[in-house]
């Protein structure tokens, strides 16, 4: 069964280097024909193995398969191996079935771009590079994967580079990401050079045994890749202008896994991270900043993709606020919910898109629900999971885990992250109520299709049913989640009875009672908000400005300064030598014979003279 | 210094073949420094029999002939690039004119 894991890799790697070797010349139906086969197969194949994999005895720690032996230095040697392990499972089965649900949404959402293969041999080519991300046994192999997502994150978000904005969010994206590669791979050279080794299950064996200083350092860089990839404060600001994608771009890299392979890193590494408590007292500030940061910002875009944007940087906050108070099962609930739920609500913001001709703007949408009422139906259960409605809703259950660590380990943290759920409410319901009650104000066209339909309502399930596979003692006792995870995580932490859960229950209802009351349909259009503190939150908090004015700028006037500096000076002159010498040597060359002849008479006589 | 000293045959090609790359230095006219270039091959082949009669070796006359067969080439490819010039519409056969060639 191990040496089904490659295969794995391969169905979609497979479809991508075909897409990409016919450049283009496949039509748009054999193209979605080779997509939803090899995706298909990758999800069958993921599930099979995930099964045959659960029902073996319990003991049975991991799956591990050995391919070939990359590097062999000194006292240094890694190896390209897979290993499929509880908790690979679940990013498995999380990154292969999301995955192909959104690819079979993208199927139909991009059938009439002309690109249509460029499109496919990059997603493609992404959900090989996540799944080598997730069954990676060593870090070395797990940073290969990690790049590829960060390359494919670029190509897709500047699909449409005809567009300078598009290509403009592409290059920030690849910039800011590149930040927290940099400091990956730091973290890599820290542990190679300390521990002399990247597998992973041998360095958490080492990790204990390490001079403190050195895991602390290399667990802080990783730390700050992990923040990077998941736009965690201060390195969020690519994730809001990489909504210039595709949409099924924004579901599936953006929402669902991409942005999540920080936490899974984290969530990997968490008994070496247990070992430096400073690394995860930063981690639970970072994911508690961030929460609030983006929920605020949340609350004033008026693009619905952005909303969307802002709400996935601050459920990622959770998930970090999550792993730095060592609630590791509630990070990956939470991630395995919000994968759900978010690419539920991204696909419906799609579908939403182009049935009003590339319309984005929730002030210029209204009155919905009547003409799309299973879009209405979807996107009000993706709302409702996002602000985690009480009982029905699978980010109910999750954030609920995540609130109750987070008290056990600082009360103040359970009070920003119940803030955060009170504001992830109002914002996400304000959308809805803007969107979809109220007056007509674009008209739309179209009906949306099976191809479309039926991976939301897949999805749709799945945000509600979800949840139910861990609930809490006080209302009903089901652990299939935490069990499952057990083996690698260990136990999860003890529950505080009911009274947490009913003010984490209330929050929300409270949330969307006000959201109902500031934004139902008037007599008047509803207006986006004005004022000076409100479009310094729409800007992301001006983070933006701050690091034009702090490092672009600066840089900018550097490079020009440098631009012709003495080195270059220096070279130039070797290069003016170069072209002087050759235009005296050009002169001989004047086509008369007779020269020649002399030339080489006077040659011959000299070489004739010091011979003899 | 009688007839049969070896030094005068060489004396006398270093004296041909001076005058032969002199008439190549000067000469304007193609057909003359073509001429030029086989007293100079002459003036060589004769440095090679005299050479070969001072040091009694045979080599010397194999070489004139092989000197002979170049001085044919040379002097039938030489003839037709004057012939192919004056069937492309050259007026003279001053070699000077002749240097589109040049860098």
């Given at each position: 069964?191990?040496?089904?894991?490659?295969?794995?890799?391969?169905?979609?790697?497979?479809?991508?280097?075909?897409?990409?070797?016919?450049?283009?010349?496949?039509?748009?139906?054999?193209?979605?024909?080779l997509v939803g086969a090899g995706?298909?197969?990758?999800?069958?194949?993921?599930?099979?193995?995930?099964?045959?994999?659960?029902?073996?005895?319990?003991?049975?720690?991991?799956?591990?398969?050995?391919?070939?032996n990359w590097i062999s230095v000194?006292?240094?040697?890694?190896?390209?191996?897979?290993?499929?392990?509880?908790?690979?499972?679940?990013?498995?089965?999380?990154?292969?079935?999301?995955?192909?649900?959104?690819?079979?949404?993208?199927?139909?959402?991009?059938?009439?771009?002309?690109?249509?293969?460029?499109?496919?041999?990059?997603?493609?080519?992404?959900?090989?590079?996540?799944?080598?991300?997730?069954?990676?046994?060593?870090?070395?192999?797990?940073?290969?994967?990690?790049?590829?997502?960060?390359?494919?994150?670029?190509?897709?978000?500047?699909?449409?580079?005809?567009?300078?904005?598009?290509?403009?969010?592409?290059?920030?994206?690849?910039?800011?990401?590149?930040?927290?590669?940099?400091?990956?791979?730091?973290?890599?050279?820290?542990?190679?050079?300390?521990?002399?080794?990247?597998?992973?299950?041998?360095?958490?064996?080492?990790?204990?045994?390490?001079?403190?200083?050195?895991?602390?350092?290399?667990?802080?860089?990783?730390?700050?890749?992990?923040?990077?990839?998941?736009?965690?404060?201060?390195?969020?600001?690519?994730?809001?202008?990489?909504?210039?994608?595709?949409?099924?771009?924004?579901?599936?890299?953006?929402?669902?896994?991409?942005?999540?392979?920080?936490?899974?890193?984290?969530?990997?590494?968490?008994?070496?991270?247990?070992?430096?408590?400073?690394?995860?007292?930063v981690c639970a500030v970072v994911?508690?900043?961030?929460?609030?940061?983006?929920?605020?910002?949340?609350?004033?875009?008026?693009?619905?993709?952005?909303?969307?944007?802002?709400?996935?940087?601050?459920?990622?906050?959770?998930?970090?606020?999550?792993?730095?108070?060592?609630?590791?099962?509630?990070?990956?609930?939470?991630?395995?919910?919000?994968?759900?739920?978010?690419?539920?609500?991204?696909?419906?913001?799609?579908?939403?898109?182009?049935?009003?001709?590339?319309?984005?703007?929730?002030?210029?949408?209204?009155?919905?629900?009547?003409?799309?009422?299973?879009?209405?139906?979807?996107?009000?259960?993706?709302?409702?999971?996002?602000?985690?409605?009480?009982?029905?809703?699978?980010?109910?259950?999750?954030?609920?885990?995540?609130?109750?660590?987070?008290?056990?380990?600082?009360?103040?943290?359970?009070?920003?992250?119940?803030?955060?759920?009170?504001?992830?409410?109002?914002?996400?319901?304000?959308?809805?109520?803007?969107?979809?009650?109220?007056?007509?104000?674009?008209?739309?066209?179209?009906?949306?299709?099976?191809?479309?339909?039926?991976?939301?309502?897949?999805?749709?399930?799945?945000?509600?049913?979800?949840?139910?596979?861990?609930?809490?003692?006080?209302?009903?006792?089901?652990?299939?989640?935490?069990?499952?995870?057990?083996?690698?995580?260990?136990?999860?932490?003890?529950?505080?009875?009911?009274?947490?859960?009913?003010?984490?229950?209330?929050?929300?209802?409270?949330?969307?009672?006000?959201?109902?009351?500031?934004?139902?349909?008037?007599?008047?259009?509803?207006?986006?908000?004005?004022?000076?503190?409100?479009?310094?939150?729409?800007?992301?908090?001006?983070?933006?400005?701050?690091?034009?004015?702090?490092?672009?700028?600066?840089?900018?006037?550097?490079?020009?300064?440098?631009?012709?500096?003495?080195?270059?000076?220096?070279?130039?002159?070797?290069?003016?030598?170069?072209?002087?010498?050759?235009?005296?040597?050009?002169?001989?060359?004047?086509?008369?014979?007779?020269?020649?002849?002399?030339?080489?008479?006077?040659?011959?006589?000299?070489?004739?003279?010091?011979?003899? | 210094?009688?007839?049969?000293?070896?030094?005068?045959?060489?004396?006398?090609?270093?004296?041909?073949?001076?005058?032969?790359?002199?008439?190549?230095?000067?000469?304007?006219?193609?057909?003359?420094?073509?001429?030029?270039?086989?007293?100079?091959?002459?003036?060589?082949?004769?440095?090679?029999?005299?050479?070969?009669?001072?040091?009694?070796?045979?080599?010397?006359?194999?070489?004139?002939?092989?000197?002979?067969?170049?001085?044919?080439?040379?002097?039938?490819?030489?003839?037709?690039?004057?012939?192919?010039?004056?069937?492309?519409?050259?007026?003279?056969?001053?070699?000077?004119?002749?240097?589109?060639?040049?860098?």
């Amino acid at each position: 069964m191990a040496s089904l894991l490659p295969v794995i890799i391969l169905c979609p790697l497979l479809v991508s280097v075909i897409l990409i070797l016919t450049g283009g010349r496949l039509s748009a139906r054999p193209t979605t024909l080779l997509v939803g086969a090899g995706m298909g197969l990758c999800a069958l194949l993921s599930i099979y193995v995930s099964c045959n994999f659960l029902a073996g005895p319990v003991s049975d720690g991991a799956i591990h398969t050995t391919l070939w032996n990359w590097i062999s230095v000194d006292n240094f040697s890694a190896q390209v191996g897979l290993t499929l392990d509880r908790l690979s499972v679940v990013m498995l089965l999380v990154v292969s079935c999301v995955g192909f649900l959104i690819l079979i949404y993208a199927c139909a959402y991009m059938y009439d771009d002309k690109d249509i293969g460029r499109f496919f041999a990059y997603m493609t080519l992404f959900v090989a590079s996540m799944l080598l991300l997730v069954l990676a046994s060593d870090l070395t192999v797990l940073f290969v994967g990690w790049e590829g997502v960060g390359l494919c994150s670029y190509l897709l978000i500047g699909f449409w580079y005809h567009e300078r904005p598009n290509a403009l969010a592409a290059r920030k994206a690849f910039v800011v990401t590149r930040i927290g590669d940099a400091l990956f791979l730091l973290g890599l050279f820290v542990f190679a050079t300390a521990a002399g080794t990247l597998d992973i299950p041998s360095l958490i064996l080492a990790a204990p045994g390490l001079p403190h200083h050195l895991l602390t350092l290399g667990m802080f860089f990783l730390l700050g890749g992990a923040m990077a990839k998941s736009a965690q404060v201060p390195l969020q600001t690519w994730l809001p202008d990489a909504m210039a994608g595709p949409t099924p771009v924004s579901a599936l890299i953006h929402a669902a896994t991409m942005v999540t392979a920080g936490v899974y890193l984290l969530a990997r590494l968490h008994d070496a991270l247990l070992l430096t408590p400073a690394v995860m007292h930063v981690c639970a500030v970072v994911g508690f900043v961030t929460i609030l940061l983006a929920a605020g910002s949340a609350l004033v875009q008026t693009d619905i993709k952005r909303i969307l944007a802002y709400s996935t940087m601050s459920q990622l906050g959770y998930m970090y606020l999550a792993i730095g108070c060592g609630a590791w099962h509630g990070a990956i609930f939470h991630l395995v919910t919000h994968a759900f739920f978010k690419a539920l609500l991204f696909m419906t913001a799609g579908t939403i898109i182009l049935r009003l001709h590339h319309e984005q703007d929730i002030f210029r949408m209204g009155g919905l629900r009547q003409r799309m009422p299973g879009v209405f139906a979807a996107f009000l259960i993706g709302s409702a999971a996002l602000a985690g409605l009480p009982l029905v809703t699978a980010g109910y259950f999750s954030k609920e885990m995540i609130l109750q660590d987070a008290f056990n380990v600082a009360p103040l943290y359970w009070a920003g992250a119940l803030l955060g759920a009170f504001m992830t409410s109002i914002y996400i319901f304000r959308c809805v109520f803007i969107v979809f009650w109220g007056g007509t104000r674009t008209h739309d066209h179209g009906r949306t299709g099976l191809a479309m339909a039926l991976p939301m309502s897949v999805l749709a399930v799945l945000s509600i049913a979800g949840g139910w596979m861990q609930i809490p003692d006080a209302i009903y006792p089901v652990h299939l989640f935490s069990n499952l995870l057990r083996p690698v995580l260990g136990p999860i932490a003890e529950e505080h009875g009911s009274a947490l859960l009913i003010i984490g229950s209330i929050v929300p209802l409270i949330g969307v009672t006000m959201a109902w009351f500031l934004w139902r349909p008037k007599n008047q259009a509803p207006q986006p908000a004005g004022g000076v503190l409100i479009e310094t939150l729409r800007a992301d908090w001006g983070f933006d400005a701050v690091y034009n004015a702090a490092v672009s700028r600066p840089y900018e006037i550097v490079a020009r300064i440098n631009q012709s500096d003495f080195i270059d000076r220096f070279y130039g002159l070797v290069g003016l030598m170069v072209y002087s010498l050759g235009w005296l040597f050009a002169k001989f060359q004047n086509g008369q014979v007779r020269r020649y002849a002399c030339w080489v008479a006077a040659a011959t006589v000299v070489a004739l003279y010091l011979a003899v | 210094m009688n007839a049969s000293d070896p030094n005068l045959g060489l004396i006398i090609a270093a004296f041909l073949f001076s005058i032969g790359l002199f008439g190549v230095m000067v000469r304007r006219n193609l057909l003359f420094m073509l001429l030029s270039t086989e007293v100079m091959l002459n003036a060589v082949a004769l440095a090679f029999i005299s050479a070969g009669n001072k040091w009694h070796q045979a080599d010397g006359q194999i070489m004139f002939i092989m000197i002979i067969a170049y001085a044919a080439a040379e002097a039938s490819v030489g003839l037709a690039i004057v012939l192919r010039l004056h069937a492309a519409g050259h007026a003279t056969l001053d070699a000077d004119s002749c240097n589109r060639l040049k860098g």
